[in-house]
C-alpha cells in the first residue's frame, strides 16, 4: 500500500485508531453505525422534547441542549475518521487541527457544566418542589445553557492558540484518530511539560467546580429521599436521578483518566481507546439511557410514532379509493 504523504509542511498526519488495520472496512462499518446510531438518537430526543407539551419542562430543556451538544461533539471527530479510514491521504491541515482542538475542548467544557447544573436542577426538583418553578424558570434556564457554552469556550480560546504556537518542526504523525492535545504536543520540538502541567491544572479546575455541584446535589437529594415517607416518592425520586447518575458516571470518569491520572498511566493505546469511549460512544449511550428509563420519553416516542403510522394509514386508504 501507498503511505500517506504530507502536501505542506503544517499539514499533520492522523495515524488513526489502530495504526495499521488489518479490516478498515469493517472497523469503517462498526464505527459508521455507531455514528448513525448517535446522531439519530439525539436528533430524535430533541424533536421529542420540542413537539411534547409533556416534555416542555427545565429538565427536559436542558436534556436538549445535552443532546445538541453530543451531535456536534460526536461531527468534531468521527467524519474525519471515517475518511481516514478509507481514504491513504489521512492528513488534517494546520488551521483544521487547531479548529478541532477548540471545538473539542468547547463541547467537553461545556458538558461538563450542563451536567452540574442538570444535577442542581433534579436537587431543586427533589427537595425544594413548591420554589421549583421560580427557581428553574425559563429565563435561569437560558442562562444556565448560555454559561455551560460559554463556560466550555473559555476553555477552548485558552489552550488552542497556545498549544498552536508551539513549533512543530520533528516528526507530524500524531498517534490519534484526531487533534487531541496531548498527542498533538509529543510533536513538539521544544519541551511543553511546565505548559502541560498549566494546561492538567486547568482541566482538573475545570472539573472541580461540576464535580461539587453534583456531589452536594445529590447527598442533599439522597438525605430528602432518605426522610421521605412515601415509597412511590422515593421510587420517583430514584427515577428521576438514575438516569443523569449513569451519565455522569460515564462521562467524568473518562474525563478523571484523561485530565487527572499521572503521564505514567497513560499509553496511546490506553488513551485513544478512552477518547473512543467519550467521543463517540458516549454521545451515543446518553439519548439510549435517558430514553430506556424514561416513561415520558418513551411514552412521547410511542406517541410520535402512533401518529406517524396513522398518518400512512390514512394516505394509503385516501390513495386506494383514488384509484
Request: some cysteine.
Amino acid at each position: 500500500d501507498m503511505e500517506p504523504t504530507l502536501h505542506n509542511s503544517t499539514d499533520f498526519l492522523l495515524l488513526g485508531l489502530i495504526t495499521r488495520p488489518a479490516l478498515p472496512g469493517l472497523i469503517f462499518t462498526v464505527v459508521f453505525s455507531i455514528f448513525t446510531v448517535a446522531v439519530t438518537a439525539n436528533m430524535v430526543m430533541v424533536l421529542l422534547i420540542h413537539v411534547d407539551s409533556r416534555l416542555h419542562t427545565p429538565m427536559y430543556f436542558l436534556l436538549s441542549q445535552l443532546s445538541i451538544m453530543d451531535t456536534v461533539y460526536i461531527c468534531v471527530t468521527v467524519p474525519k475518521m471515517l475518511q481516514d479510514l478509507l481514504s491513504k491521504e489521512k492528513t488534517i491541515s494546520f488551521l483544521g487541527c487547531a479548529l478541532q482542538i477548540f471545538l473539542y475542548l468547547t463541547l467537553i467544557g461545556g458538558e461538563f457544566f450542563l451536567l452540574g447544573l442538570m444535577a442542581y436542577d433534579r436537587y431543586v426538583a427533589v427537595c425544594n418542589p413548591l420554589r421549583y418553578p421560580l427557581l428553574m424558570n425559563r429565563r435561569i434556564c437560558l442562562i444556565m445553557v448560555l454559561g455551560s457554552w460559554v463556560g466550555g469556550s473559555l476553555d477552548g480560546f485558552m489552550l488552542t492558540p497556545v498549544t498552536m504556537s508551539f513549533p512543530y518542526c520533528g516528526s507530524r504523525e500524531i498517534n490519534h484518530f484526531f487533534c487531541e492535545i496531548p498527542a498533538v504536543l509529543k510533536l513538539s520540538c521544544i519541551d511543553t511539560s511546565l505548559y502541560e502541567t498549566l494546561m492538567y491544572a486547568c482541566c482538573v479546575l475545570m472539573l472541580l467546580i461540576p464535580i461539587s455541584i453534583i456531589s452536594v446535589s445529590y447527598t442533599r437529594i439522597l438525605i430528602t429521599v432518605y426522610r421521605m415517607n412515601s415509597a412511590e416518592g422515593r421510587r420517583k425520586a430514584f427515577a428521576t436521578c438514575s438516569s443523569h447518575i449513569m451519565v455522569v458516571s460515564m462521562f467524568y470518569g473518562a474525563a478523571f483518566y484523561t485530565n487527572v491520572l499521572p503521564h505514567s498511566y497513560h499509553t496511546p493505546e490506553k488513551d485513544k481507546a478512552v477518547s473512543v469511549f467519550y467521543t463517540i460512544l458516549t454521545p451515543m449511550l446518553n439519548p439510549l439511557i435517558y430514553s430506556l428509563r424514561n416513561k415520558e420519553v418513551a411514552s412521547a416516542l410511542r406517541k410520535v410514532l402512533g401518529r406517524c403510522a396513522s398518518s400512512q394509514r390514512i394516505r394509503a386508504g385516501d390513495l386506494s379509493r383514488k384509484y
